[in-house]
């Protein structure tokens, strides 16, 4: 079964710094990636998502995340925070093998954006 | 449309005790998922459905019994409760375009205490 690992478990960052949240799994096949994100009191959301083609994908609010598949990542990335970025971010795959998997989500990384 | 719904909000129940929690949706979708999510653990499938009548165990099903009796609500029981069940539980929903591997809409969750 596929796993997803998130390396760092809370991030702090001042506004404006750059953002980079990595994201590995542990399949070899076909996979579809997601990051999804968490504001405090809210529900979860999807921020962007890979199926296939371009390799850098671009989400909602100047997120991005770049497809590496030699390196099994899906880093999550974002030039300048804000402290409304501040949120529990969430990335997650699916795995094919003779049919879809259910969605695996790693333990997250929570983000603190101090002004 | 109020998107996905779920009762109660909170709970806090005795070792033993048994609850139903409700998950609604109003966006006609085929697929539905009960997750819970603990400190450090990230979400974890605890079941899911991809059509009426039917269900299918995820990861962490022990202890859980769910149903699907309309398309709209897909309940999740706790026959007898344990303090180990003491977690926040997300339902979320989807449409079949993509079955498992389409973008998921999440509830608000229910905070379950068992002393």
């Known amino acids: 079964a596929q796993s997803v690992s998130q390396h760092n478990h809370h991030v702090i960052l001042s506004e404006a710094a750059s953002l980079e949240l990595g994201c590995n799994y542990s399949?070899?096949?076909?996979?579809?990636l997601f990051w999804y994100v968490q504001y405090p009191g809210q529900h979860l959301q999807l921020l962007l998502k890979?199926?296939?083609?371009?390799?850098l994908v671009k989400g909602i609010k100047g997120f991005e995340a770049e497809f590496i598949k030699s390196k099994f990542s899906f880093n999550l990335r974002k030039p300048s925070v804000q402290w409304s970025d501040t949120a529990e971010y969430f990335c997650?795959?699916?795995?094919?093998?003779?049919?879809?998997?259910?969605?695996?989500f790693g333990k997250g990384t929570r983000l603190s954006v101090i002004a | 449309n109020a998107g996905v719904t779920q009762t109660p909000k909170f709970r806090v129940l005795k070792t033993g005790q048994s609850m139903t929690l409700l998950c609604a949706q109003d966006?006609?979708?085929?697929?539905m998922y009960w997750y819970r999510q603990d400190p450090g653990m990230g979400l974890r499938l605890i079941h899911y459905s991809v059509g009426e009548g039917t269900t299918a165990k995820g990861e962490v099903p022990d202890g859980y019994n769910v149903s699907r009796l309309k398309k709209q609500n897909f309940l999740l029981g706790l026959e007898s409760a344990a303090p180990s069940q003491t977690s926040v539980y997300f339902c979320?929903?989807?449409?079949?375009?993509?079955?498992?591997?389409?973008?998921?809409?999440f509830g608000p969750g229910t905070r379950l205490t068992v002393l």
């Open positions: 979320a929903s989807n449409h079949r375009d993509r079955g498992l591997t389409d973008t998921q809409y």
């Open positions: 890979y199926f296939s083609g371009d390799p």
């Open positions: 997650a795959v699916n795995a094919y093998y003779s049919g879809n998997t259910p969605l695996v």
């Open positions: 399949y070899g096949g076909t996979v579809n």
């Open positions: 966006m006609n979708h085929e697929y």
